[in-house]
């Protein structure tokens, strides 16, 4: 009897205990559809402005011509020694004839001026051991400092001819005036007075210590007197 009841109350417990059992549901993958997608807009390219560096090389590549063009068709003479871009020309050009200057031109930092003389065209880049720069305005400070329109050397007397000559030859000699000499040396680097047997020496220096050239010359009374190399 007893192992009769005691089977019951196994039965019995045995089927509470699957009915407490929560019922294994299989977990099906979400399907994508149109909805569900993602769509990521493309977003425009952004271009970097553009450096300062950049921009510098831009304003100088439009400088390679300049827009002045007040130079161009004037005619007259260099006052002093002018520097060409090939030194062969140095030989065919006269100082005392008229140029007519028919360009201006920059490339890099070289500013050169093209001129005509003889129908030959001549490309000087420089006056008085100086090379041309141009300014903001676009204006060559030197070449309005050397031009002139008339070339003012004394012409009366036989003497006088035969020194007009050997100015225009680029010579230079004892006695020979300053103003003369200044057109075919050029411009001092350095300028002093020195007062030497009761007379006062107006003393001219050309060229450098760094390139051991100096070179001193002395003038009385405005003519060269005496010099050395």
Same mark, same amino acid.
């Given at each position: 009897?007893?192992?009769?009841?005691?089977?019951?109350?196994?039965?019995?417990?045995?089927?509470?205990?699957?009915?407490?059992?929560?019922?294994?549901?299989?977990?099906?993958?979400?399907?994508?559809t149109?909805?569900?997608?993602?769509?990521?807009?493309?977003?425009?390219?952004?271009?970097?402005?553009?450096?300062?560096?950049?921009?510098?090389?831009?304003?100088? @590549?439009s400088?390679? =011509?300049p +827009? $002045?063009?007040?130079?161009?068709?004037? *005619?007259? /003479?260099?006052?002093?020694?002018?520097?060409?871009?090939?030194?062969n020309?140095?030989?065919?050009?006269?100082?005392?004839?008229?140029i007519?200057?028919?360009?201006?031109?920059?490339?890099?930092?070289?500013i050169?001026?093209?001129?005509?003389?003889?129908?030959?065209?001549?490309?000087?880049?420089?006056?008085?051991?100086? @090379?041309?720069?141009? =300014?903001? +305005? $676009?204006?060559?400070?030197?070449?309005? *400092?050397? /031009?002139?329109?008339?070339?003012?050397?004394?012409?009366?007397?036989?003497?006088?001819?035969?020194?007009?000559?050997?100015?225009?030859?680029?010579?230079?000699?004892?006695?020979?005036?300053?103003?003369?000499?200044?057109?075919?040396?050029?411009?001092?680097?350095?300028?002093?007075?020195?007062?030497?047997?009761?007379?006062?020496?107006?003393?001219? =220096?050309?060229?450098?210590?760094?390139?051991?050239?100096?070179?001193?010359?002395?003038f009385?009374?405005?003519?060269?007197?005496?010099?050395?190399?």
């Open positions: 009897m007893e192992v009769r009841y005691l089977a019951l109350a196994l039965v019995f417990l045995s089927g509470c205990t699957t009915a407490l059992k929560t019922p294994e549901i299989a977990v099906q993958p979400a399907e994508i149109p909805e569900n997608k993602v769509y990521i807009e493309p977003q425009p390219v952004v271009e970097k402005a553009p450096t300062k560096k950049t921009k510098l090389k831009a304003k100088n @590549a400088q390679n =011509t +827009q $002045n063009h007040n130079y161009v068709g004037m *005619q007259g /003479f260099l006052t002093r020694p002018p520097m060409f871009a090939d030194s020309q140095e030989k065919s050009f006269q100082r005392c004839l008229p007519e200057i028919t360009g201006l031109y920059q490339s890099g930092k070289t050169s001026i093209h001129a005509k003389q003889n129908g030959q065209t001549f490309s000087i880049v420089g006056i008085n051991r100086k @090379a041309f720069t141009l =300014t903001e +305005q $676009n204006k060559v400070l030197l070449l309005e *400092q050397y /031009f002139a329109k008339e070339l003012i050397l004394s012409s009366v007397g036989r003497k006088i001819a035969s020194e007009q000559e050997r100015v225009c030859a680029g010579q230079t000699w004892k006695s020979m005036q300053r103003e003369q000499f200044q057109f075919v040396i050029g411009d001092p680097e350095y300028r002093q007075q020195t007062q030497f047997a009761g007379s006062e020496y107006d003393v001219w =220096t050309y060229g450098s210590v760094r390139q051991s050239n100096l070179r001193y010359y002395y009385l009374s405005d003519r060269l007197v005496s010099w050395t190399k």
